[in-house]
């Protein structure tokens, strides 16, 4: 099931996990899709905004680190979430990349630092181009309706807004450097290991300090003690709004869960299949021990995920026409369910209040039927956390996380698993 779901995905993938084979007897899939359509569903899966691990980017503050490899990758994971929920957002499930097909289907286990190499030539031919005008910041909406005859290059300068705010710069709002900054106040430093529901922390607070334009419309809540009180979402929907805008805003729910004890508990594979075969879910933060990857999909017993640990070269987003290539995943990959650590966060992306009421009784009802145990794995409750006798802490900009917070993610980081 490939997930949130454009169509469904019964195809068989290679042991080696990268190439695609054509669709096996026996497969469900809606009237409306072709059975075996291979290119249609790389298409969908290269399309997502692929961040890996990158060296020789500028060096982070208070560190002699210019690379990330072999300890950012749950913070690439929770990048790759945070963007694909920002590609519904801003451009719509139904939204492909256009050169998504003519990117090679190389086998990714040889994109290490050095064979990346061969994307450096179109890297160095932009360095003679023309930089992009340090003016003030003009908003996203307004750039694009130079273009409104042109739905193409409206898409376009969205997908590439959208992967400028990942870059690796101090500048860049989602980028690494920033995101480490905000791990700083809960104790996290460069180089350290960032585990799935620290990441869904510094992601809220990355998108609650963004002060880009075209992001005042969307924040993130993340499940307090696995609870997601309805009423605490609604707040942050309808609040600090614009003047001159009267909707309420997007949201991206993160609900930081564990699916057993030292092993993930296979009873728990039919939940995380439900998980991913809802319209509101952007994915999971999860991995296997020692390895952090974003799951996107499924088939049969075997997840669907894209990989962050290639080095790959740093790409300076803030020049005209960067390359994107190496933001593009080139092939999928699966592994068993039971290799899962049990440790992960699950994203769900919901376009306003009534798109989250409507999502969190369609979840409620899906944690019901997937659940064997007497308790589902999270849940949904009216009401805010006040109202549960939560203590609620206001926060400055020199304490961007309460003491609540602080005390929850310590006890997270001690769970979750570590990078050797």
Known sequence: ?????????????????????????????????????????????????????????????????????GWGCTLRTGQMLLAQGLILHFLGRAWTWPDALNIENSDSESWTSNTVKKFTASFEASLSGERELKTPTISLKEKIERYSDDREMQNEIYHRKIISWFGDSPLAVFGLHQLIEYGKKSGKKAGDWYGPAVVAHILRKAVEEARHPDLKGITIYVAQDCTVYSSDVIDKQCTSMASDNTNDKAVIILVPVRLGGERTNADYLDFVKGILSLEYCVGIIGGKPKQSYYFAGFQDDSLIYMDPHYCQSFVDVSIKDFPLETFHCPSPKKMSFRKMDPSCTIGFYCRNVQDFKRASEEITKMLKISSKEKYPLFTFVNGHSRDYDFTSTTTNEEDLFSEDEKKRIKRFSTEEFVLL
Request: with cysteine; glycine share 4%; net charge negative.
């Open 1 to 69: 099931m490939w997930n949130f779901l454009k169509h469904d995905f019964c195809h068989l993938l290679r042991k080696d996990e990268n190439e695609l084979l054509p669709a096996r007897s026996g497969c469900t899939i809606e009237d409306h899709v072709i059975a075996g359509n291979v290119e249609e569903f790389r298409k969908d899966f290269i399309s997502r905004i692929w961040l890996t691990y990158r060296e020789e980017f500028p060096q982070i503050e208070g560190s002699a680190l210019t690379t990330d490899c």
